[in-house]
RNA sequence: AGCGGGGUGGGGUAGCCAGGACAUCCCGUCGGGCUCAUAACCCGGAGACCGGUCGUUCAAAUCGACCCCCCGCUACCA
């Protein structure tokens, strides 16, 4: 008997959370700890929500309710979300609690008086009237430099001007228009640079963590550890606990991991047992386990056990098995993003287990995995439904209708020995599997042990047997049935729902949590009444996925021709080019045209301009768009829309042009190319192809959109008038657009 | 462009760190069996020379070099 500490990494409390946070960080842990508990362990598995930080301010004033509205509707939308999913904390609590603060003061202090912590001032611009100190993003001003009205504290959008603090003219608050003052600020820096040696001798003892999580914290350790300022100027936090230090809170990334050890003490408490969080933190035979999504790897081996060293006396991690993204048609499931597949919706519509099962399925242990409508139906029908579901009800609902109770074993030793030795091999290999973690290979085990049992019913034909020699038949079954009830225990920690449905239908006493995994190798005792059968599982249609027409990705875009009215070097990089071009409207565009175009060629001309990229800063520039250029290799030139086109025309292929914003990484996944027309309808892009479009003469280049860079059918750019965008005549067939 | 991860039969995957005899499993597919069971189950077949090239070795999917492609983060990518 052992004790093990489950830490799960916090779920941050302005959105449900969605499948990702369940296969990264939520079924792995809850996984391994009904494991645990089921072979006689202690385990205290503890997490919350993640309640402080900007998100969560800037989604309150856009309801116009308190930050702490937005944290605690989200905490208890997401507290259910997991009850619902059968996973067992602990505690599962929040940030925005009076211990969790108390114990944050307590180990900011502490760290403080070891002096890891040391203050720095700067200056800052604070507002008279608002009476708090403004991030730069809530100050605008005239720059100095260029003479723009609307730069911004830090840093000016038009010219690329960075200040410090109070260069600008004329600032003035962006709340209430009041001239903001300097005033000095002093944060709070935690001093990791201290931590690098031990960090490092500590990391290279890791020996059973998993290479990815290794790799990537030595990467982050060679690169050096920069001390870190852990307060900020802002009321929504775990305030500064010094005097002098009101209107400042203790940065979230620096207070949130606290909260193992603050949801530790909680549970203490509340179980009547207020010490009792020191058997999971200081003993040091005592192993923590910490689970969490890949992009939180940093803060769990680096800083965290930075700050435990600097506490002193608590355990470090033992274990960070941090898990790869679960990815939706290959992008990154998140909230912004909009693609989530939120868990109180996906509990609405399909059971636990069948989400349980497919999660740990298609775990991202090693690599980010896919999700996918139709690879859910297929799974969970197929295999779950199939495979594991179908065995349990032959076998149960068989011997019901014959027997009603669970028959003797009157059979041979030999027979039985076989039965056992393959339940026990099953047995341990998926003990080994869960105690390193390896949890989809464990489910598969389990998946095994369903397939090895239906071969031995089909084997034993009980169907034809019980004609013949009920004893025999009897026997056998009484074998199936000890198959069924080691599936149940060995399934209880993937998916306790049905497990503990078949340990009631085989007529078990006692609960399956409380008998534990030892009841897999304890004989059934014949003549115990079996309940009448209901099947496990069902079967599940998942929705459609929408197929979208052929060139539906083109019509993404809102390309419109624009003449470039001013061109001119970026005074800031080496590459880029800085134009004014009018679309309709005036916009700014930076290029990294400066090698192929000097600006006197470019002024004047026609371009071809994707209008709806997302705005981004190029070495302190805001571009607000991109030209069409076709590249091969060294060549590099714009394409040209029709003579008879004015600035402002469209360039819609006679599709409806995209209205919304598109990131520029959606843009790259477009495939846009130069192709030769070789015939009427024919265009060759390296290979010989349909075009949709006007018709134009042979050997003209033109741009095309392809559905993929596979497709045999592509689409050409022109104009609402009905002219073609061509290219230069360089140009070979294939060469690509940017 | 830099860093990290990955490229294995039609799709998805295991194996790779600690090289070795017919390359794993799931889905799909083809053929057969069974009829207890949620058109479920069982058996058998076809199908990959393990991204490419060159090396190390008696032996490489597994080690090394170079190259190509995909994904993520970062960037003077637009």
Redesign the pocket.
């Known amino acids: 008997m052992a004790k093990v500490l489950v830490c799960v990494a916090w779920p941050y409390a302005n959105a449900a959370i969605h499948l990702g946070h369940v296969a990264g960080s939520l079924l792995p842990p809850d996984i391994f700890s009904k494991y645990h508990r089921l072979i006689g362990n202690e385990v205290l598995m503890v997490s919350g929500s993640d309640q402080h930080g900007t998100p969560i301010t800037v989604k309150a004033d856009k309801e116009g309710v308190t930050p702490e509205a937005i944290a605690d509707r989200y905490h208890e939308i997401n507290k259910k979300a997991i009850e619902g999913l059968d996973i067992e904390f602990s505690l599962f609590t929040k940030t925005h609690t009076p211990n969790h603060i108390e114990v944050v003061d307590d180990v900011f202090l502490t760290l403080k008086d070891k002096g890891y912590l040391y203050k720095k001032g700067t200056q800052q611009y604070y507002c008279p009237k608002c009476e708090k100190f403004l991030p730069d993003r809530y100050v605008e001003g005239i720059c100095p430099a260029c003479g723009n009205e609307k730069a911004r504290g830090d840093q000016c959008e038009k010219c690329g001007k960075t200040f410090e603090g109070g260069e600008l003219t004329s600032a003035v608050c962006l709340h209430c228009s009041t001239a903001p003052e300097m005033r000095e600020t002093e944060h709070y820096f935690l001093k990791l640079s201290a931590f690098h040696q031990p960090l490092i001798d500590w990391i290279s003892g890791k020996e059973n963590w998993k290479?990815?999580v290794k790799?990537?914290t030595r990467?982050w350790l060679e690169a050096g550890l920069q001390d870190r300022p852990i307060t900020r100027d802002m009321s929504w936090g775990v305030p500064v606990p010094l005097p002098g230090w009101e209107g400042k809170v203790i940065y979230v990334w620096f207070e949130a991991v606290i909260g193992y050890l603050s949801a530790s003490k909680e549970w203490a408490k509340k179980i009547g047992r207020p010490e009792e969080w020191k058997a999971y933190w200081q003993d040091p035979e005592v192993r923590s386990y910490y689970f969490l999504g890949k992009d939180n790897i940093p803060f769990h081996t680096i800083i965290w056990p930075a700050m435990l060293m600097g506490y002193g006396g608590l355990n470090l991690p033992y274990d960070v098995p941090a898990n790869?993204f679960l990815?939706f048609k290959?992008?990154?499931l998140s909230k912004s993003r909009g693609n989530s597949i939120d868990i109180p919706s996906m509990l609405q519509r399909f059971e636990v287990d069948a989400i349980r099962y497919y999660v740990a399925a298609?775990m991202p242990?090693?690599?980010?995995?896919?999700f996918s409508w139709s690879?859910f139906e297929?799974?969970v029908?197929?295999?779950l439904?199939?495979?594991l579901?179908?065995?349990?009800?032959?076998?149960l609902?068989?011997t019901y209708?014959h027997f009603g109770t669970v028959p003797e074993y009157k059979g041979s030793d030999d027979d039985r020995k076989e039965v056992f030795d393959a339940i026990e091999a099953a047995a341990k290999q998926v003990a080994s599997d869960l105690e390193a973690c390896e949890f989809?290979?464990a489910l598969?085990g389990i998946?095994?042990l369903a397939?090895y049992g239906?071969?031995y019913?089909?084997?034993v034909?009980?169907?034809?047997l019980i004609k013949k020699d009920r004893d025999a038949c009897g026997s056998a079954l009484n074998l199936n049935l000890e198959i069924v009830k080691a599936l149940a225990v060995m399934s209880y920690p993937f998916m306790p729902r049905s497990a503990k449905g078949a340990w009631k239908l085989l007529g078990q006493e006692g609960d399956l949590e409380a008998t534990g995994w030892k009841a897999i190798a304890a004989p059934l005792s014949g003549g115990q009444k079996l309940q009448e059968p209901k099947?496990?599982?069902?079967?599940i249609a998942a929705e459609k996925e929408d197929a979208g027409s052929a060139f539906s990705g083109f019509s993404a875009l809102n390309l419109k021709v624009g003449q470039i009215t001013e061109a001119g070097n970026?005074p800031n990089?080496?590459?880029?080019l800085l134009m004014q071009v009018d679309i309709g409207k005036k916009v700014q565009?930076?290029?990294?045209?400066k090698a192929y175009y000097s600006p006197d060629e470019l002024k004047g001309r026609k371009v071809v301009v994707v209008s709806n990229?997302?705005?981004?800063?190029?070495?302190g520039y805001e571009?607000q768009?991109?030209?069409l250029?076709a590249e091969a290799g060294e060549l590099v030139t714009l394409l040209s829309p029709p003579e008879d086109a004015a600035p402002g025309d469209a360039v819609n292929s006679g599709m409806v042009p995209g209205e919304k914003q598109i990131e520029?990484?959606d843009?790259?996944?477009l495939t846009l190319r130069v192709g030769t027309v070789v015939g009427k309808g024919k265009v060759d892009v390296g290979r010989e192809i349909r075009y949709t479009g006007p018709e134009v003469a042979e050997g003209t280049r033109i741009a095309v959109f392809l559905p993929s860079?596979e497709a045999s059918e592509g689409l050409a750019f022109f104009t609402e008038k009905g002219a073609p965008v061509v290219g230069d005549q360089r140009l070979p067939g294939g060469a690509t657009v940017?």
Do not use: C
Not at 461 to 464: R, S, V
């Open positions: 290479s990815s790799l990537f990467n790869e990815t290959g992008d990154k298609n242990e090693n690599k980010d995995a896919d690879d297929t799974k029908n197929n295999e439904v199939a495979t579901g179908n065995f349990y009800h032959r076998v609902s068989f209708k989809k290979r598969k998946m095994d397939q239906n071969r019913f089909d084997g034909g009980p169907w034809a099947p496990l599982f069902s079967k970026h990089a080496d590459s880029l565009i930076v290029a990294g045209l990229l997302k705005p981004a800063k190029l070495r571009s768009g991109m030209l250029a520029f990484k843009f790259q996944k860079p940017r």
